[in-house]
């Protein structure tokens, strides 16, 4: 970073390793607990970085080191890739990355029911939310969705949304709350009780499998 090799950890637990997941729009960073969520637009070599909150971080403030990488991601406008390194510059950002194997995803696949909306339960009488993972694809019960195409690296998650949906009904509020937050998915991640937690940078829901 800036013409410096990354440090190795330190016996202070203060320096930790920089790994970046690649998407089709995003960059996302992380170092221990510390996320870094950049989306992007590209032609040819030129990239245009816009800021995003980051996803939930540990009870620690940042290093240096992950201080100066959140403000060098945030200043790139060109990448090329080399003899299989990704390098990201622009007017004082420099940043070179070599290749590291892919984190296994979680196993996401399967049908899933909609539990709780960051804190909410689903409303008296509403019909359940229910999704279908698999394939690349998600897919959800009501037809007012189309879907939504995903890549997963661990827990990190792209998510795509479908054009258009298969139905002309209009959607209720909840279905409202719940298409926004899937257009900002950035995390999927199995719990101890086998629920599925979706993240975006400001909300999270809880799902339970369906047998």
Same mark, same amino acid.
Request: net charge negative; proline share 8%.
């Given at each position: 970073?800036?013409?410096?090799?990354?440090?190795?950890?330190?016996?202070?637990?203060?320096?930790?390793?920089?790994?970046?997941?690649? *998407?089709?729009?995003?960059?996302?960073?992380?170092?221990? =607990?510390?996320?870094?969520?950049?989306?992007?637009?590209?032609?040819?070599?030129?990239?245009?970085?816009?800021?995003?909150?980051? *996803?939930?971080? =540990? $009870?620690?403030?940042?290093?240096?080191?992950?201080?100066?990488?959140?403000?060098?991601?945030?200043?790139?406008?060109?990448?090329?890739?080399?003899?299989?390194?990704?390098?990201?510059?622009?007017? *004082?950002?420099?940043? @070179?990355?070599?290749?590291?194997?892919?984190?296994?995803?979680?196993?996401?696949?399967?049908?899933?029911?909609?539990?709780?909306?960051?804190?909410?339960?689903?409303? $008296?009488?509403?019909?359940?939310?229910?999704?279908?993972?698999? /394939?690349?694809? &998600?897919?959800? #019960? $009501? =037809?007012?969705?189309?879907?939504?195409?995903?890549?997963?690296?661990? @827990?990190?998650?792209? &998510?795509?949304?479908? @054009?258009?949906? %298969? =139905?002309?009904?209009?959607? @209720? *509020?909840?279905?409202?709350?719940?298409?926004?937050?899937?257009? /900002?998915? #950035?995390?999927?991640?199995? %719990?101890? #009780?086998?629920?599925? &937690?979706?993240?975006?940078?400001?909300?999270?829901?809880?799902?339970?499998? %369906?047998?």
């Amino acid at each position: 970073m800036n013409g410096r090799p990354a440090p190795a950890p330190d016996d202070a637990d203060s320096i930790h390793p920089i790994t970046m997941t690649v *998407g089709d729009f995003s960059f996302r960073a992380r170092s221990q =607990c510390v996320a870094f969520w950049r989306r992007y637009e590209r032609d040819a070599e030129k990239l245009v970085v816009t800021t995003a909150n980051p *996803g939930a971080m =540990c $009870a620690r403030g940042l290093s240096h080191w992950e201080q100066e990488f959140d403000r060098t991601l945030s200043g790139v406008d060109r990448a090329t890739v080399r003899d299989g390194r990704l390098t990201l510059t622009g007017p *004082g950002a420099d940043l @070179t990355f070599e290749p590291a194997p892919p984190a296994a995803p979680e196993p996401i696949t399967g049908r899933w029911r909609l539990h709780v909306m960051h804190g909410v339960s689903p409303p $008296a009488g509403a019909e359940p939310i229910e999704i279908t993972i698999g /394939g690349g694809q &998600i897919e959800a #019960n $009501a =037809c007012v969705f189309a879907g939504w195409r995903y890549r997963l690296d661990g @827990t990190l998650m792209e &998510i795509t949304p479908q @054009t258009e949906p %298969v =139905c002309q009904r209009g959607t @209720t *509020g909840w279905e409202k709350r719940f298409g926004g937050f899937m257009a /900002g998915v #950035n995390r999927a991640t199995i %719990v101890q #009780n086998g629920a599925l &937690i979706l993240d975006s940078a400001l909300e999270q829901v809880e799902f339970r499998r %369906v047998p």
